[in-house]
């Protein structure tokens, strides 16, 4: 480590978050566990003929803003589907909450309890309305029609839709659209949110509204947000840049 603020991966080194309380003029260090862990994580297609991660170690902690950028193919992507469990490695761990993903037999339960997705583009149900699309995560959780409800109009309300809420996704704008589906990421109370080029379909000035309301939902939930982007300029704004080329972290660093 160079730095304070910047990891050399190439040492394979792993972060650890470490905070301090003073006592009497004596500092004793606290070391907190990751909420994400990736061992020598590899993921192989069409037979091993393509490698989309090559040898992933990493770390991120509860309450982290991360982006991960890289060029188009780098693997970023499937980075994210990996910690999304949308996909398996072909090897390596990956561990979530101190749960290892890979001896989990069915991860949708894990999915929708513990993780909310924001794609690029939104994936709602057109014939569904914005209250109907938004606690789609929340069915066959056991909550009651009513709690459903309330839940589904508190994030509505949040995202600044509450006048929308009974129309259909083809009814909004782009930019309304993915606020619904930052809604419905956070409606079943996520530790994470993943994004995936969030603000690829949008115009300059409603990406910035998006990352504006992503990153304001990040402090007011305290969930860990995790975006990947191919721009230097959405990348700068989180706390921590890591950076893929070839299906390898080359650069991990702090933006402050």
Known sequence: MDNENHMDLNDDEYVYN????EDDGDYEYYYEDPLISLF???KEYDNGSVRALNG???DIFEGEFVS???PSGSGKSTLLNMIGALDNPSRGEIYIDGINL???KDLSDFRRERIGFVFQLHNLIPNLSVMDNVQIPLLHTGMSSKDMKKRANELIAAVG???KKRQKPNKLSGGER???AIARALVNNPSIILADEPTGSLDSKTGKMILNLLMEMHERYNVTLIIVTHDNDVANLAERTIKIKDGRVIEDKYNY
């Open 40 to 42: 020598d994580v590899e």
């Open 178 to 180: 993915q606020r619904v």
């Open 68 to 70: 991960i950028i890289g």
């Open 102 to 104: 890979q001896k989990e």
């Open 56 to 58: 992933v170690n990493l």
């Open 18 to 21: 470490e905070t301090y309380a």
């Open 161 to 163: 839709l509450e006048s």
